[in-house]
């Protein structure tokens, strides 16, 4: 079995990889990764040396590299984890969110199209997309797989737009292809101009919280390691041509995280209670700002048994703890020296 994981060497992608390499030695595993600003093989450092393992600098926007590199390689499967991802950053450009989430993903498409037209069989396209094509709730309800998309942001209606065409490539021309919705991924590896990896940042060097309007925004967190798993689970075991919700249930405003996050790490670093509290900060809403995401993830639980392992608290906790053991790492990624690690492992720019 040969598996293309894109983005392998961003926050989520990495946690993928290294689950597929540790669970099955006899698969091939290539990561195909860009190396744009969230790209960091130092995420990888404990793997590179496995033999069933291979990267490969690539762009998902370049169709003629793809074309080859499935033809080379006779991929058996793709999991598709490449994409901006950011909404702040969509919200500033949203044209590169366009061409990298829908143009790219339309591109991995066809390539797997052509190397696969002979034999379907065996095949596999799995799409990794995001609770925010869904829109936003009220105080109740939760996103379920029937929910209408209602994308708010440039980034949550490119990632809307790329769920389309791979349904339409599944309706059109048959291709083997399943969809997961997921909710806030929090972990190790996180790039820090997500909230959880940037406030423990702030907080460790005195600096500035700053919480959007009044930081009652609800989002569901899910481990990173949970979502491996079910990435696992779904690839494998789901059905062809379906879409899996995965939601870590654990709903928390904003505030009530941050405030959370600062009662850990002024215990982490042995400040007095409510110090890094002082450190909140009240800012103006993002545009667009979507009030609560939930996810219903029982269709997963039911067909295919999975559950998040571990409650927020816990969860957050073991991420406050790695951040405060890998300081170089995150100092390296503020810094931007980690963009130096790929010359220093493959001796090329």
Not at 163 to 185: E, K, Q, W
Not at 201 to 229: Q, S
Not at 231 to 256: A, F, K, L, M, Q
Not at 272 to 298: C, F, M, N, P, W
């Amino acid at each position: 079995m040969h598996i293309l994981i894109t983005g392998g060497a961003g926050f989520i992608g990495s946690h993928v990889v290294r689950h597929f390499l540790k669970c099955y030695p006899s698969y091939t595993v290539t990561n195909l990764d860009s190396l744009t600003y969230a790209g960091n093989l130092a995420n990888l450092s404990d793997v590179d040396a496995l033999p069933n393992y291979r990267f490969i600098k690539g762009d998902i926007t370049d169709s003629a590299f793809l074309l080859r590199l499935f033809e080379e390689q006779r991929f058996d499967g793709v999991i598709h984890l490449a994409a901006e991802s950011h909404v702040d950053r969509s919200i500033a450009n949203p044209t590169e969110f366009v061409v990298t989430n829908v143009l790219g993903t339309v591109n991995l498409l066809n390539a797997a199209k052509a190397s696969w037209q002979s034999e379907m069989e065996g095949k596999r396209f799995y799409h990794i997309s995001t609770d925010e094509v869904y829109g936003s709730l009220g105080a109740e309800g939760l996103f379920t797989e029937e929910t209408a998309y209602d994308p708010h942001s440039p980034y949550s209606a490119s990632k809307a737009a790329s769920d389309h065409f791979v349904r339409a490539y599944h309706d059109t021309y048959g291709l083997p292809v399943v969809i997961s919705n997921c909710s806030n991924n929090y972990g190790s590896f996180q790039f820090p101009e997500k909230l959880i990896p940037l406030f423990i940042n702030n907080i460790r060097n005195n600096k500035p919280l700053p919480v959007y309007g009044k930081g009652e925004n609800v989002r569901d967190w899910l481990w990173v390691v949970d979502h491996a798993v079910a990435i696992d689970v779904i690839y494998h075991r789901g059905r062809s041509g379906e879409t899996y919700n995965i939601g870590g249930h654990n709903e928390w405003t904003n505030i009530d995280l941050i405030r959370q996050l600062c009662r850990i790490m002024d215990r982490k670093l042995g400040r007095g209670a409510g110090e890094s509290e002082k450190l909140i900060t009240y800012v103006t809403d993002r545009a667009g700002h979507d009030l609560r995401y939930a996810i219903d993830s029982s269709k997963l639980q039911r067909e295919l048994g999975w559950i998040p392992s571990i409650s927020f608290e816990k969860g957050l906790e073991l991420t406050v703890e790695w951040y405060l053991a890998n300081q170089e790492w995150l100092d390296n990624v503020t810094s931007g020296s980690y963009q130096h690690y790929y010359e220093k492992m493959y001796g090329v720019k």
